[in-house]
Nanobody, 122 residues
């Protein structure tokens, strides 16, 4: 099972980036796909999640209205569209897959990608 995160980079405040998480090795149709992030010196935190089957979405309050999570079943890929980026969005972003009862809990996810760096300059 592999989750490959990509799409990070350096962007100015107010700009946009789209992260991708390509999955392989198994079917995730009954899974929840999540994005988490970890800034230097801080705990890893929940960003967004989506149920693969029904497309129900969940967002952290700090990104709601600016970020959009989606999935493309044909490509086995989950996306995180990030708009109106702020300096405080700077972090390594990780995608994860699991069957959590509580989607915001990092420990509930079974599979993790390697992370992609997002740096927002102010």
């Amino acid at each position: 099972v592999q989750l490959q995160a990509s799409g990070g980079g350096l962007v100015q405040a107010g700009g946009s980036l789209r992260l991708s998480c390509a999955t392989s090795g198994r079917t995730f149709s009954n899974y929840v796909m999540g994005w988490f992030r970890q800034a230097p010196g801080k705990e890893r935190e929940f960003v967004a999640a989506i149920t693969w089957s029904g497309g129900t979405t969940y967002y952290a309050g700090s990104v709601k209205g600016r970020f959009t999570i989606s999935r493309d079943s044909a490509k086995n890929t989950v996306y995180l569209q990030m708009n109106s980026l702020k300096a405080e969005d700077t972090a390594v972003y990780y995608c994860a897959a699991g069957t959590p009862r509580i989607v915001v809990l990092m420990t509930s996810y079974t599979y993790w990608g390697q992370g992609t760096q997002v740096t927002v300059s102010s």
